[in-house]
């Protein structure tokens, strides 16, 4: 029954208008207008087709990447896509590439740190991607420890460059996407060396192959690291292994807008911290955190709308219910629903956030840098971890159906959990989380008053001694109370700590010791800054016939799915009781019932095509069964009713068994 829509009647309950929500996901109508065309642009050719991958071989799929890449190139090229338009469009591709690191992270860090010599010879050449680049910063043995990397850059007066050598095994480069096969040129971070003295990692261009028949320069190895979890997934991208043997570059191929050496090889250091290197991580991340909203998304929308399809068991009127009627699949899948906005909300708030860093950074104002560290940092860590969580309970909620690659979540999942590892492990990035809150918590001592996302500390003491309101169910649904409680977890989770902490005589040592409790006061931390960024967001003006009424349900579920998920927390430091924690429950629940009519038309507001959801469960029509009968004959297992290695294996058993039973 193509062409007919089995989701009609879901979409005619939604109390909303859906084409003003997809402009509130989108952004903007600007924003929305540009993905609709760009993703409609990437369905609608033929050449991106992508319902094969996980039946090509690695060779066969990364030619295809290859292709795909430079065919997008191209159409941006002939249409003259804005940047924008070109970053929407990539996206739709939907395919990890060589051009990700390329736009990602190379062009960013060198728009970071060159100068303006620098990037008058290189931003050209990379904008017309007469070179491609990669980040090269992660060693065999060193990712997490940025201090820690082992490649040196010695410079060497007598020519005037730097001599870029790995000395070990474990200073190999190891895990640059883009690096194995693709990339001309690299962000390498090494050592920098001059007069005999070490002044820490610093960022080198450097070029790597020829751009006349793409080889290896001498002195450097290159390779590709091998397949990586999943098939097809992120085996699209070469990440690489690159070991240099005393490989030469000229001095001024060393990024120099914070430091540079001088030709004489005096290392001249500007009053910029040193962290500013690091300003691409914090770039990436906040990028990462917009990213996982559009990741779980994509799997709550296929789950969702799997969802209203599929039915098991009987109802009274005969008919069977569908699974999504379940207060179980609600309650399991609603939450997720409600995070992708939240996660949404507080992108775009980061997106704010990174932009006035940046302008304070250019006018030499260093003040707010620790904050948007922490916060990039943080709520990447727990964005990413939930949407990794998200898309396998995605898969869990489409029972065996959405184990089939056909459902496009096993792919999801093999593509997107890395996101938990790169940029900056979860935990690793807690932990700093963590120190920005203890810094925090001991300048509160000395006077100074917080600002931005931890002024909430400067009302500790009320904080400390405050309690819950809440009598009935309802009232949890006033955001103040909410705020509150959310503020009052957090600071009493960061004290604890701290007091904990001052029992150490050696601080370090203590730190160590009670990592597993600071990553838990850091989780806290950016959960009320997620819940409260959704809040701020809607005191704003939302116009649109019932959304915000819609967004407002969302985002009680969201804080009172979260309190439910660390009622522990909550309980132990006596912030709510366990009749107020019982109640809440009672209010989520009976939020659930008020999505139930909404759930379709809210995840159609995501405006994705069925190119880019890439899965037969979760197509726009609902139309399932068919589709998946239909997929199955394409298994290249079905091309023939004997298998390959019947006559080899299985034909000699059978005349075993029978021989057997003869005797
Ligand atoms: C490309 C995407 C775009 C695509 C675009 C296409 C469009 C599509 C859009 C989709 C987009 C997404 C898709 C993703 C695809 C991704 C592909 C995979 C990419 C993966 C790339 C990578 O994977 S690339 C390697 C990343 N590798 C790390 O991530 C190492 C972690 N490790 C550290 O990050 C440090 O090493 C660590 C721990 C801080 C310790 O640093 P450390 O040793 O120096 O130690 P300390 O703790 O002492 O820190 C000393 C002081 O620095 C302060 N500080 C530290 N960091 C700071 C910072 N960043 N900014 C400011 N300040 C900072 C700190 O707060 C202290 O401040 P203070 O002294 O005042 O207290
Ligand atoms: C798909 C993918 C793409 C990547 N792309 C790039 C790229 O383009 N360029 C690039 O340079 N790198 C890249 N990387 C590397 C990536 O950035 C690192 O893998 C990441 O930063 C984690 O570092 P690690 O591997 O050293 O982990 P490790 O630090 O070795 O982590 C191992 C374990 O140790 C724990 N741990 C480590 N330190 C601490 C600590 N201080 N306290 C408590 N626990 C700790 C971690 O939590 C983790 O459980 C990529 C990685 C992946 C998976």
Do not use: D, F, K, S
């Given at each position: 029954m193509e062409g007919v829509d089995h989701l009609a009647h879901e979409r005619n309950r939604a109390q909303f208008d859906v084409d003003e929500m997809k402009i509130v996901w989108a952004g903007s109508r600007h924003a929305y207008e540009v993905s609709d065309r760009m993703s409609r642009l990437v369905a609608n050719d033929p050449a991106f087709r992508k319902d094969n991958r996980a039946q090509l071989t690695r060779k066969e799929l990364f030619k295809n990447t290859l292709r795909k890449a430079t065919y997008a190139w191209k159409r941006i090229l002939e249409l003259k896509l804005s940047e924008e338009e070109a970053g929407r469009l990539r996206f739709f591709v939907d395919e990890p590439a060589f051009t990700d690191l390329h736009w990602g992270m190379f062009v960013p860090f060198l728009k970071g740190q060159g100068t303006e010599e620098q990037l008058q010879k290189w931003l050209p050449l990379a904008n017309r991607l007469q070179i491609i680049g990669c980040y090269a910063q992660t060693e065999l043995g060193h990712g997490s420890n940025v201090?820690?990397?082992?490649?040196t850059a010695t410079f060497d007066p007598k020519t005037d460059e730097f001599v870029i050598h790995s000395p070990t095994l474990t200073s190999s480069k190891w895990w640059p996407g883009g690096l194995g096969k693709v990339s001309t040129h690299a962000i390498v971070f090494s050592r920098l060396i001059t007069d005999g003295q070490d002044y820490g990692v610093h960022g080198f261009l450097v070029q790597i192959r020829s751009l006349n028949d793409h080889s290896v320069l001498p002195g450097i190895t290159i390779g590709d690291i091998g397949m990586k979890f999943g098939n097809g997934a992120y085996n699209t991208m070469d990440n690489g292994v690159m070991h240099f043997d005393h490989f030469r570059i000229p001095r001024d191929q060393l990024l120099t807008r914070i430091s540079q050496v001088t030709r004489e090889g005096k290392y001249v250091q500007s009053d910029?911290?040193?962290?500013?290197?690091?300003g691409t991580m914090v770039f990436v991340r906040k990028a990462i955190v917009i990213d996982a909203s559009s990741a779980l998304s994509r799997a709550v929308c296929i789950a969702t709308r799997y969802s209203a399809v599929r039915r098991q068991f009987g109802s009274q009127d005969g008919v069977e219910t569908?699974?999504?009627?379940?207060k179980t699949q609600q309650s399991r899948l609603f939450p997720l629903l409600a995070s992708a906005y939240a996660f949404r909300f507080v992108g775009e708030w980061l997106q704010w956030l990174y932009t006035d860093v940046t302008q304070r950074l250019a006018a030499s104002d260093f003040s707010t840098l620790p904050e948007a560290h922490a916060c990039t940092a943080g709520l990447k860590s727990i964005t990413t971890a939930a949407t990794a969580d998200g898309i396998e309970e995605c898969r869990k909620l489409c029972g065996g159906h959405g184990y089939l690659c056909s459902s496009g979540l096993p792919e999801l999942f093999a593509v997107y959990v890395p996101a938990c590892t790169y940029e900056g492990d979860n935990v690793v990035l807690l932990l700093q989380v963590a120190r920005f809150l203890v810094k925090t918590m001991s300048q509160l001592a000395s006077g100074k008053k917080p600002v931005g996302?931890?002024?909430?500390?400067?009302r500790l003491q009320h904080l400390m001694e405050s309690s819950c309101k809440v009598q009935k169910a309802e009232d949890w649904l006033n955001p103040s109370v909410v705020l509150e409680v959310f503020e009052a977890r957090s600071a009493r989770m960061s004290v604890e700590c701290a007091k904990r902490l001052g029992e150490f005589t050696n601080q370090e040592e203590g730190f160590q010791e009670l990592s597993p409790s600071l990553v838990e006061a850091a989780a806290a931390y950016c959960q009320l800054i997620i819940v409260s960024k959704y809040i701020e967001k809607l005191q704003g003006d939302i116009p649109g016939k019932g959304i915000k009424e819609q967004l407002q349900i969302l985002c009680s579920i969201y804080a009172l799915y979260t309190l439910h998920k660390h009622k522990g927390d909550f309980l132990s430091t006596s912030t709510i009781t366990p009749k107020q924690a019982s109640l809440a429950d009672d209010q989520l629940r009976s939020l659930y019932s008020q999505v139930r009519p909404n759930a379709i038309a809210l995840v159609d507001a995501f405006n994705y095509t069925d190119h880019y959801l890439g899965s037969i469960l979760g197509r726009y029509d609902g139309n399932v069964y068919p589709n998946l009968y239909d997929e199955a004959w394409k298994d290249p297992l079905n091309d023939s009713a004997i298998p390959d290695g019947y006559h080899e294996y299985i034909k000699p058993l059978l005349k075993q068994q029978l021989r057997n039973a003869r005797l």
């Open positions: 201090q820690g990397l082992e490649t910029a911290p040193r962290q500013l290197v690091y569908q699974v999504i009627n379940y996302t931890a002024a909430y500390m400067g």
